[in-house]
């Protein structure tokens, strides 16, 4: 059974950085697609950065391209996302969720995913 445990939040002032943890265990397969989403209050989750394990393949919500990064430990033990130049608007509960197989950019719609773990808060003062 795949298990997924997001840390990292916590307060940070606008332009901060904050660094995303996601400890993975139990992987059947030894392709498999990770992302990163968040869930702001009254919206809808979303996706805000994943990549395939397979080919490598990184994808970004929009609004967080040139500021955030995905990164992944050779060991496939851990997930990271690099948050930088941080806004009020990126304040939100975050996930980590793990598909089995490559799904290419459909790893950013969590209907996709298969494997959720708690949330990590994030939160940006202005």
């Known amino acids: 059974e795949v298990q997924l445990q997001a840390s990292g939040g916590g307060l940070v002032q606008a332009g901060g950085s904050l660094r995303l943890s996601c400890a993975s265990s139990g992987f059947a397969f030894p392709d498999y697609a990770i992302g990163w989403f968040r869930q702001a209050p009254g919206k809808e989750r979303e996706g805000v950065s994943c990549f395939n394990s397979a080919d490598g393949s990184t994808y970004y919500l929009e609004s967080v391209k040139d500021r955030f990064t995905i990164s992944s430990d050779n060991a496939r033990s851990t997930v990271y996302l690099q948050m930088d130049s941080l806004k009020p608007d990126d304040t939100a509960v975050y996930y980590c969720?793990?598909?089995?197989?490559?799904?290419?950019?459909?790893?950013?719609?969590?209907?996709?995913?298969?494997?959720w773990g708690h949330g990590t808060q994030v939160t940006v003062s202005s």
């Open positions: 969720a793990a598909s089995d197989g490559t799904i290419g950019s459909s790893c950013l719609n969590r209907l996709w995913l298969d494997y």
